[in-house]
């Protein structure tokens, strides 16, 4: 099942990266007109922008992938019921638990790796073929992948934190689908309006990744061509409470309950 989830990353969002990339790095160089377009350049990002916010996909699109590995990773513990042996193996629940987190994100990494590889592999090839500054040489491209990396890592155990939260896997399932496809979107744009609404908004689980990464999807929507977002340390500080809030909650709620 991972490998096939990484395969599916790897192919979504290189088609993401290659797509954005050649749509906006042809308009922003005048190689595809902005009426061709049917755009008048609203929404389209600067070339200083362009790397940064192409290289971020990996992110801020490919969260979903680390979440649902963490997910599947615990709950299918549950119903395959491989937890009544390993907890007999080692009746410390809360070892077991910590050392699947640290499982997690450790394959978190891989898929931050190879989401790295799909954005900016695929998308620095496509910008320089529009004759684009791929700014691979700069230090804060490689701060961004860096970032990146951490921030998959990270919602892998938010995906651990969830299962053992919801041990049904079909319930888990759902439930990351609809919220990270359809939920969070909605409310991230419905809060943007607003400055007040805005300032809460950043403090969504997909927000504070962004600010994490320190690249937005979210900005090409965006009037002014630009979101509000905590501080890279901020988005890291708060994504990392939701996974600890998350797994320490299902702990108590359904970890720590009978199994057979």
Known sequence: MWWILLLVLFGYIAMLAVGLAALFGGISS???PADVANTSGMGVPGLTALPTLVYGLGAAVGYVFPI?????????????QTLTPTFLANPRRGSVLAAKAIALFVMGVGYGVVAVLASVGTGALTLAAFG???QLGEADTWALVGRLVLAMALWAIVGVGLGVLVPSQ???????????QFVEPLLRLATSFIDWTATV???????ASDALVGSSF????????SVVMLD??????????YAIAFTVVGYFVSWKRDVT
């Open 132 to 134: 684009v500054d791929t």
């Open 201 to 207: 908004g950043q403090f969504l689980p997909g927000a």
């Open 30 to 32: 005048g190689a595809i």
């Open 232 to 241: 890279w340390w901020q988005g890291g500080l708060v994504l990392l409470a």
């Open 218 to 225: 979210y900005s090409m929507m965006s009037p002014t061509g």
């Open 68 to 80: 649902l590995i963490g997910t599947l990773a615990t709950t299918s513990e549950v119903r395959h």
């Open 170 to 180: 079909v319930a888990a399932i759902v439930i990351v689908l609809a919220f990270t």
